[in-house]
């Protein structure tokens, strides 16, 4: 046999016609055939003890449950046919769920929780206790009024009410920037300074008692409580700064040290900040027996505004030189300047929320809140108000706050920070809202004005305690001994 005609095989078909020559070598023959058969239909004849694997992941089928879906098993026939057939099946879905299971053409996709199919046809199985749909399980989504589109629930913005719900006069609240005449205790009493007397307005009961007359010759400039207990700081027009217990409306003491009216106030513990008209602040620690323990200089007009901070370990301070200064527990003199503002600085307010937060307002000329960082002592931001900014205080349950404001609206705005949109915008004094005190719930404000009254306003909501349920039932439900 010629060698050559084994090598240059055409193909099988040609192996096939070869006629052995001779028996000698016709074994030979046979063995080289069926080798070089084996070799060309190697990719034809699978092994029936393993399965063959394309070049390309197909995933198998065979093993789906298509009876979940309400489709056709699949032919177990590889034909093309079958292919087709799986493929469609698979196109289907994926159009239904694109485009919502109106047009998937009579396929039934699987429930969402609210219609459970039968338990054993169920192919997700979902907790009794959640309500969610499935939307959260699939990248589309499908949603009734936008089929393909999933739309997040939107949180409908929060009602703040515009009117007040309670009214107060207030005959002589003087119309006077520089002053801070209204202050809230945590024991839920309104202070309110008119003309030369103090009178105190319990919120629970609407009491009203006259705490003290100056008498002719001394008018109140501000009033501030302390944080804890019954102690009420009194200014006056004299440079005076009178303690007086509320409880059994009695003077404690009388302090001095300023030359001309004291219109600013903060506590910090035991320890009293007032600003007077002569430029200076003095720190009193009232269980010292001097009237003053150290004096800060800084500003070179009248100290209009003072607020510590909640942690009490700094004091910022805004004067008629529309300055902002903040200081320490031991300054002298201010380890922070901003003069930024271009009017007066009476609107201080410390966040709650953020360490070293600090929101400060300019009068007439300025207009804008402004938002410092103290801890890295920086300007954080600027919103121009449009009219004049006498008071600022954070709310203590959510990231809001409240404005007050003079020249020309006479609104209160309430805020949402950061992003500082207008959550709302209230309107009813005639007069510029020169003061403005918050409740001890923190959801109360109330607001004076030159128009000689005081509104009261639900601006804020409740407090989202974890631990309200305990604490009311520690309070109320505890045992008492009286002996």
């Given at each position: 046999m010629d060698d050559s005609t084994v090598q240059t095989l055409p193909s099988q078909s040609a192996l096939r016609t070869l006629t052995p020559p001779s028996s000698s070598s016709s074994s030979e023959l046979n063995l080289a055939s069926r080798h070089i058969e084996r070799m060309i239909n190697s990719n034809h004849?699978?092994?029936?003890?393993?399965?063959?694997?394309?070049?390309?992941?197909?995933?198998?089928?065979?093993?789906?449950?298509?009876?979940?879906?309400?489709?056709?098993?699949?032919?177990?026939?590889?034909?093309?046919?079958?292919?087709?057939?799986?493929?469609?099946?698979?196109?289907?879905?994926?159009?239904?769920?694109?485009?919502?299971?109106?047009?998937?053409?009579?396929?039934?996709?699987?429930?969402?929780?609210?219609?459970?199919?039968?338990?054993?046809?169920?192919?997700?199985?979902?907790?009794?206790?959640?309500?969610?749909?499935?939307?959260?399980?699939?990248?589309?989504?499908?949603?009734?009024?936008?089929?393909?589109?999933?739309?997040?629930?939107?949180?409908?913005?929060?009602?703040?009410?515009?009117?007040?719900?309670?009214?107060?006069?207030?005959?002589?609240?003087?119309?006077?920037?520089?002053?801070?005449?209204?202050?809230?205790?945590?024991h839920n009493v309104l202070a309110v300074g008119l003309g030369n007397c103090v009178y105190l307005w319990n919120a629970c009961s609407s009491k009203v008692t006259k705490l003290c007359d100056l008498g002719i010759d001394d008018s109140v400039c501000s009033v501030g409580w302390a944080q804890r207990g019954t102690h009420l700081a009194v200014g006056t027009s004299n440079g005076k700064v009178q303690i007086w217990d509320a409880s059994p409306c009695k003077r404690v003491r009388t302090m001095d040290g300023h030359r001309l009216?004291?219109?600013?106030?903060?506590?910090?513990?035991?320890?009293?900040?007032?600003?007077?008209?002569?430029?200076?602040?003095?720190?009193?620690?009232?269980?010292?027996?001097?009237?003053?323990?150290?004096?800060?200089?800084?500003?070179?007009?009248?100290?209009?505004g003072l607020k510590w901070s909640y942690d009490n370990r700094e004091l910022a301070s805004g004067g008629n030189d529309n300055r902002l200064f903040v200081w320490n527990q031991h300054s002298t003199q201010p380890v922070l300047k901003y003069c930024e503002h271009t009017a007066a600085v009476k609107a201080i307010a410390w966040s709650p929320h953020l360490h070293g937060l600090l929101a400060s307002g300019g009068g007439t000329a300025d207009r804008c809140i402004r938002f410092w960082n103290t801890t890295t002592n920086s300007h954080l931001s600027c919103m121009d108000t449009g009219s004049q900014v006498c008071n600022l205080v954070w709310s203590k349950n959510v990231n809001e706050l409240v404005s007050t404001h003079g020249y020309s609206q006479n609104q209160i705005i309430v805020w949402r920070y950061p992003t500082m949109s207008k959550l709302a915008t209230l309107t009813g004094h005639t007069y510029r809202v020169l003061y403005l005190a918050i409740s001890p719930d923190g959801q109360t404000i109330v607001t004076g004005a030159g128009d000689e009254t005081l509104r009261f306003w639900n601006v804020f909501p409740s407090p989202k305690s974890q631990n309200t349920d305990s604490e009311i039932g520690a309070s109320f439900l505890g045992r008492t001994t009286i002996r």
């Open positions: 004849h699978a092994s029936p003890s393993r399965t063959i694997y394309s070049d390309r992941f197909i995933p198998s089928r065979s093993g789906s449950n298509f009876a979940l879906f309400d489709l056709a098993t699949p032919r177990s026939s590889s034909t093309a046919e079958g292919r087709e057939d799986t493929s469609s099946a698979y196109a289907t879905l994926l159009h239904a769920a694109l485009f919502g299971p109106e047009s998937s053409g009579g396929v039934v996709l699987p429930a969402t929780p609210d219609k459970r199919p039968p338990p054993s046809r169920n192919i997700f199985r979902y907790k009794t206790e959640t309500h969610r749909s499935l939307h959260s399980l699939t990248p589309f989504g499908f949603d009734d009024a936008a089929p393909g589109v999933n739309h997040s629930p939107v949180k409908a913005p929060r009602k703040v009410p515009r009117s007040p719900y309670k009214v107060l006069d207030a005959p002589a609240l003087q119309d006077d920037f520089y002053l801070n005449l209204v202050d809230w205790s945590s009216r004291v219109g600013a106030l903060a506590w910090s513990s035991s320890l009293l900040s007032s600003g007077g008209r002569d430029k200076s602040i003095f720190q009193r620690d009232i269980r010292a027996q001097e009237d003053f323990v150290s004096k800060l200089s800084g500003h070179k007009s009248e100290v209009c």
